[in-house]
T-cell receptor
Framework: AQSVAQPEDQVNVAEGNPLTVKCTYS??????LFWYVQYPNRGLQFLLK??????LVKGSYGFEAEFNKSQTSFHLKKPSALVSDSALYFC?????????????FGIGTKLQVIP | GAGVSQSPRYKVAKRGQDVALRCDPI?????LFWYQQALGQGPEFLTY????????KSGLPSDRFFAERPEGSVSTLKIQRTQQEDSAVYLC????????????????FGAGSRLTVL
């Protein structure tokens, strides 16, 4: 069965500093990986995805993530954090490629950016 | 509409009551998903529709949970004889027509329906 682990319940970072939100996954075959963000009382919003190709993917709001197959990781990063980045971040995985596959989410990591 | 619309946003039910949660996906989106998000947890998959066909219902926790999408657009998630453990936010998501070559369509989520069972 596929799974996602987000080892940190909360990440605190000072505004302007780089941030990293960790994610490791388990899936048979090649993974498709996603990051979503959830603001209070709102649905999840897509940030970025890895399908194939370059291991470093860039997404919305200056976020990027690096796929590392050997470490089965897909950590989310941003060079300079903003207070408005404070939210709940979810990593997700599905088995790829092709056709319908169930998407499995992690339990989420709360990012707190301190002014 | 521009996004995925869910109603009601908040529902309080007494234990044993039946509830119905509605999802209006983005127009033309073929795929529709229901997820359950308990407090402090990530979304847990419930069921998947492609048009009106329910192709995967492996995540429905019991036979008290039932979902339908009769005309391939609006979907309803029904929970019969609600229990306290059913308290959660129920998220609906849709994705664009068909599947691209990668099969990795992005999900667009609604704001969710928060169910509280007393």
């Amino acid at each position: 069965a596929q799974s996602v682990a987000q080892p940190e319940d909360q990440v605190n970072v000072a505004e302007g500093n780089p941030l990293t939100v960790k994610c490791t996954y388990s899936v048979s075959g090649n993974p498709y990986l996603f990051w979503y963000v959830q603001y209070p009382n709102r649905g999840l919003q897509f940030l970025l995805k890895y399908i194939t190709g370059d291991n470093l993917v860039k997404g919305s709001y200056g976020f990027e993530a690096e796929f590392n197959k050997s470490q089965t990781s897909f950590h989310l990063k941003k060079p300079s954090a903003l207070v408005s980045d404070s939210a709940l971040y979810f990593c997700a995985v599905r088995k790829g490629p092709g056709g319908y596959q169930k998407v499995t989410f992690g339990i989420g990591t709360k990012l707190q950016v301190i002014p | 509409g521009a996004g995925v619309s869910q109603s009601p946003r908040y529902k309080v039910a007494k234990r044993g009551q039946d509830v119905a949660l509605r999802c209006d996906p983005i127009s033309g989106h073929v795929s529709l998903f229901w997820y359950q998000q308990a407090l402090g947890q990530g979304p847990e998959f419930l069921t998947y529709f492609q048009n009106e066909a329910q192709l995967d219902k492996s995540g429905l926790p019991s036979d008290r949970f039932f979902a339908e999408r009769p005309e391939g657009s609006v979907s309803t998630l029904k929970i019969q004889r609600t229990q306290q453990e059913d308290s959660a936010v129920y998220l609906c998501a849709s994705s664009p027509p068909g599947l691209d070559l990668s099969g990795a369509n992005v999900l667009t989520f609604g704001a969710g329906s928060r169910l509280t069972v007393l």
